[in-house]
C-alpha cells in the first residue's frame, strides 16, 4: 500500500514522474485552494470592517480624538 | 538526467535561481523596514502588517493563476495570436509538484519550473510592495490585498507576458527592451499606484488650505536607512534573477555559452554588477544634490538610480548608466513635487516617483540609447527604437498601470471599501491594540505588587 505512484526507488527513476502523495488529484486541490483563499478574503473582510467599527464607536468621539491627537503615543494617553 | 554534463547545467541553472530567490526575499524585509519607518507611531504595525500579509496571498494566487498567465499570454491573446497552451505551469499541473521529469515532462521543465515561478514571484510581491508603501495610514488591509493581488499576480505578469518574455508580442512589434525591468515591475507598479492614490485621497493634514502639501517626515531614520540598505543587497538578487545564468547564443555553426537577459540575448553578470553599482552611485550622487542632503531622498534615489539605468543595463556601458541614472533622479525628484502640488497627491514614501517615473523614464531613455539594437536573438523581430519605448513605457505606466489601477480604487470606493473611517484616521489604526497593550500591562503590574505585599 502507498499513497504514491511508487514504493521504491529502484527501477527508471525518470519514470516515476510526480512523487507527491495522491496523483491525480490536482485539480481538487486547485479548486479547494482556490475556495480558501476567497474565503480568507471574505472572513477579513468582514473582521476588518467589525473591528473599525467598534473602534470608531469606542474612540471616535471628539473629545476621546483630541486627546489622542495632544498624545501621538497612547502611552502619555 | 542521464549525462552528467547535462545535468550538471540543469542542476545549475535550478540552484541559481534558488540563490536569487533567497536575495530577493531580502526586498520584502526591506520594503517592510522603511514602510513602518515612514508611518507615524499610531499606525506602525498595520502598516507593517498590511504589507507582510502580500507574501501569502500573492504567493498562492501567482501559484493558481499567475504564473500560467505568463506562458499563456505572450501573443496578447488577441494582439498577434491567441493563447499558448501552457500545460505546465496551470496550477493544478503535477510540474508545479515535486516531480522527477521523464516522459511525463517532454519539454524538461521539472527541476526548473519551481525556482523560476519563485523567482517571478519575488518579483510579483515586489510589484505589490511598491504600491504599499503609497498607500499607507489611511487605506483599508482588506482593499489593499485585493489591489495587491491584482498587480501582483495579473496585471504585472501580463506586461511580462508582452514585453518581458522571448516571444513577447511588444518584443516582436515594438522591439520593446528592458532587461531589468525598469518598465514591467516599476513602471507598471508606480502606475498602479498613482491611480489608486486618485481615488484614495490624500493623508488627513498633508494638504493645507491653500492647496500647498505639508511635509509628514519620516518617523525613524535609522530604520528606514537599514530598509533601503537592505533592500539594495536584495535589489543584486533581482537583477541575477532577471538573466538566464548559461545558453548557447551562437547562431548557425557552433556553440557558444553564456549569461543571456529575459530575451536571451547575450550579456554578462559581469556588466550588470558594474552597471548596477554605477547607476546606485548616480543616484546616490544626484539624490544628494537635490534633496540637499535630504536622508530618505537620497537613498530612494539610488534605488531610482538603479530603476531609470535598468532597462539598458546589460548594455551600458558603466559611464552611460552613470549619466543615465543620474538625469533619471533629476527628473523624477522634480515630477514627484510637482505632481503632488498639481493633482494633491500624497505618496507617503515616493514610490511613484522612485518606481514609477523612473521606471518609464528608463525605458525611453533605452530606446535613444540603444537605437538599432537587434531586441532579440531572433532576426525577424523589431530592433530597439524610440517610439517603440515609448509606447511600451506607455502601456506599462498607463494601460496596465495606471488605468487598472484607478478602476479597482473606484470599484471598491463605491463599495465604501477602501478608505479606512475618519474617526480611525485620526486616532491612528494601532491606537485601540495599544490602548488594550497598556492596560494588559498595568493588571500585570499590579498583581506583582500584589504578590510582592504578600
Known sequence: ?77 | MDNELASLGVIFTEFYYWLTVVMMFLIHVGFCMYEVAVSRHKNHMHTLMKNTMVIPLVTITFYFFGWWIYFAFPNGPGIIGGLIDAPHAKGWSQLMGPHMGGSGDPDGWARINGVFWAAFLLFSWTAASIVSGSVIERIRSNAFWILAVLIGSVFWIIDAAWGWHADGWMVKLLGYHDAYASGVIHAIAGGFALGILFVLGPRIGKFRKDGTARTIHPRNPWLYTVGLFVLYTGFWGFYVACNIPMWDIQSGDGVFYSATNIYLAPTTLSAITVNFLMSLSGGLLMGYIVSKGDAYWTYSAGLAGIIAASAGNDLYHPIQALLVSALGVLIIYKLHYWVERTFKIDDAVGAVAVHGYAGFYGVVIAGFILWGYPSSPNPDYASVNPLGQFIGALIMFGLLGFIPGWLFAKILNAFGALRIPKEIELIGLDTAANIQRLKDEQEILSAEHEALKK
Open chain 1, 1 to 77: 500500500m502507498s499513497t504514491g505512484n511508487f514504493e521504491n526507488w529502484a527501477g527508471e527513476i525518470s519514470e516515476i514522474g510526480a512523487i507527491y502523495p495522491f496523483v491525480g488529484t490536482e485539480f481538487v486541490l486547485w479548486l479547494i485552494g482556490m475556495g480558501l483563499f476567497i474565503l480568507w478574503l471574505v472572513i477579513q473582510y468582514r473582521s476588518e470592517n467589525k473591528q473599525l467599527e467598534d473602534e470608531r464607536k469606542k474612540y471616535g468621539n471628539a473629545e476621546t480624538i483630541k486627546k489622542l491627537l495632544d498624545v501621538e503615543n497612547p502611552e502619555q494617553f
